[in-house]
């Protein structure tokens, strides 16, 4: 079941009353929010990607070499072993990184007391 389209394009096109009129700044500042997340999700890979290599090395030699951890931990347990250093380590280095930005953008408009 869907709508006629006539009420379909009077919904669409009318504007909501929540929405405020668009500054001259707005392109700015939303540029300024999309590059700082954008190099927080680069850098958040990026350290997801060396997390990942450095926790699976010892996780999977450990897997074959130790008896505990030969009969304890299947696949599923190695994976989510390195998949969760992995995702830990992305999302604190992107939660720094916007941290890190808001802080310099607030120091630079209000200067350091």
Not at 43 to 57: E, K, L, M, P, W
Not at 71 to 80: E, F, K, V
């Amino acid at each position: 079941m869907s709508l006629p389209s006539d009420t379909r394009d009077s919904w669409t096109s009318k504007r909501s009353p929540f929405i405020a009129a668009a500054s001259p700044n707005e392109p700015r500042v939303i540029d300024g929010k999309t590059s700082t997340t954008q190099e927080a999700v680069q850098r958040g890979f990026i350290t997801a990607i060396i997390a990942g290599s450095v926790v699976a090395v010892p996780t999977l030699v450990g897997c074959r070499v130790f008896p505990w951890a030969k009969a304890n931990l299947n696949y599923t347990a190695q994976a989510l072993i390195i998949s969760g250093a992995a995702i830990a380590a992305f999302f604190i280095t992107a939660d720094k990184t916007i941290l890190e930005k808001a802080r310099g953008n607030t120091i630079g408009k209000y200067g350091k007391n």
